[in-house]
């Protein structure tokens, strides 16, 4: 499996420009969540779905940031407008059902480093 | 609330012994995390405690004691590819495959 894959890597953008994030989790994998990074609060869970439902966005900072899983294989975060403090490393990751493996490990995707100008 | 604790930076000597600590303070627990992320990459999963005690993998080991609200890794025989951040992160609802809360993470540096 190529694991967990994220595009683009790397995001330049001026403030107020729109910015989608794209995610594909691992195959069969029933979980997937979106983590934002930074020096100061280190990594914070964002949102998380299970099976293409959002079942927690209490993460997420405020109505500029919106989260889709249109289907099992793919999802995306949207900052519209964009703002300098949103400048993280945003991180996917996804992990299997419930009671197939212990631990119910996440794995994490390569990551998308954001930069708004 | 949930809070993480972890020592912001540690060094130690190629070939030591360190042991990076961690303590939580959570409404529930239903598991211990620890991963490994080296500069610019993804986190990766290291080991994973539920139970109190001591879990041994390789070079690496992870104790749990869920009284406490501690748990420590500890790397053996340290190698210079073990300079990476350590991040410490807790399952803290009783049931299910619910969310992690991550610590903001141990930088440690191994010198020759």
């Known amino acids: 499996d190529a694991g967990v894959i994220q595009s683009p890597r790397h995001e330049v953008t001026e403030m107020g420009q729109e910015v989608t994030l794209r995610c594909k989790p691992i195959s069969g994998h029933d979980y997937l969540f979106w983590y934002r990074q930074t020096m100061m609060r280190g990594l914070e869970l964002l949102i998380y779905?299970?099976?293409?439902?959002?079942?927690?966005d209490s993460g997420m900072p405020e109505d500029r940031f919106s989260a889709k899983m249109p289907n099992a294989s793919f999802s995306t975060l949207k900052i519209q407008p964009s703002e300098p403090r949103d400048s993280a490393v945003y991180f996917c990751a996804s992990s299997e059902r419930i009671g197939t493996q212990q631990p119910d490990t996440q794995y994490f995707g390569p990551g998308t480093r954001l930069t708004v100008l | 609330g949930q809070n993480i604790d972890q020592p912001t930076e540690m060094t130690a000597t190629e070939g030591a012994i360190v042991q990076i600590n961690c303590t939580y303070q959570?409404?529930?627990?239903?598991?211990l995390f620890w991963y490994q992320q080296h500069a610019g990459e993804a986190p990766t999963f290291l080991s994973y405690n539920v139970l109190d005690g001591l879990e041994e993998k390789g070079r690496f080991s992870s104790f749990l004691s869920r009284s406490k609200g501690y748990s420590y890794l500890l790397l053996k025989e340290l190698q210079m590819k073990d300079s990476a951040s350590y991040l410490c992160a807790v399952r803290s609802q009783n049931s299910g495959n619910t969310p992690l809360v991550f610590g903001k993470g141990t930088r440690l540096s191994v010198i020759a």
């Open positions: 779905f299970n099976n293409n439902v959002p079942i927690d």
């Open positions: 959570t409404s529930g627990f239903n598991g």
